[in-house]
């Protein structure tokens, strides 16, 4: 493969990354929301974001295999998993070396999920809202299309849906916080002699 052909196949495969990992994070939303996809079983939800989350991985890994194979940037193993090291445009690949640290926590526990438990999981899970953001400022610090128009409206598409969901998310926790203690209250009144 010549240079253009993998420079031009990593730049597919970051974009493909940012769909996918949106959808990944649009998913692990709806699960934790207990929402279902018109058609799916609740159960189905949860089995597509696991499908995805490991066809986005597979995609991320394409992605800096072309990366490191490319002789147009020396990118090695050590810049592929130590953030800041590399000599080319060290901040923005190593945000995307940060983001690639927090999947793999995140891919790790879930692999080991039954064996540490959910609470842990779940609190090294919660990596993922961290992930996301990381990852999409890397790909707009390093990407050669952050300034063409798909670029531009892919990524506005992605930030909008994740935000939307994100804020209904926290608004479901609020909305579950300040109904526990009412809750909690009505019952001790209720058992009260």
């Known amino acids: ?3 253009a052909t993998l420079w031009y196949a990593g730049r ?3 974009a493909v990354c940012l769909v996918l990992f949106t959808v990944v994070v649009l998913l692990g939303i709806a699960v934790r929301l207990r929402g279902r996809i018109p058609g799916l079983p609740r159960f189905g939800t949860l089995g597509l974001h696991r499908t995805l989350s490991l ?6 890994a394409l992605h800096i295999a072309l990366a490191a194979v490319d002789s147009y940037v020396n990118i090695t193993l050590l810049d592929v998993l130590v953030p800041f090291v590399s000599d080319y445009r060290p901040l923005w690949l190593g945000l995307g070396t940060v983001a690639l640290d927090l999947l793999l ?7 080991l999920r039954a064996r540490l438990g959910h609470g842990a999981w ?3 899970h919660r990596l993922a809202y961290a992930c996301w953001p ?3 400022a890397h790909g707009i610090g390093i990407g050669t299309d952050t300034g063409a128009d798909w670029m531009t409206w892919l990524t ?3 930030v909008a849906a994740v935000t939307t969901a994100t804020g209904l998310r926290l608004a479901h926790s609020l909305r579950a916080a300040r ?5 909690l209250l009505r019952t001790a009144e209720g058992a009260r002699p």
């Not at 066809?55 to 991320?60: C, D, G, I, K, M």
């Not at 926590?105 to 692999?111: D, G, R, Y």
């Not at 109904?179 to 809750?183: E, G, N, S, Y």
């Open 1 to 3: 493969m010549n240079s």
């Open 179 to 183: 109904r526990t203690p009412t809750a």
């Open 134 to 136: 990381v990852a999409l």
């Open 12 to 14: 597919a495969t970051g």
């Open 156 to 158: 506005v598409c992605c």
């Open 122 to 124: 779940r609190a090294v």
């Open 105 to 111: 926590a995140v891919l790790v526990t879930s692999l």
């Open 55 to 60: 066809s986005a991985t597979a995609f991320l």
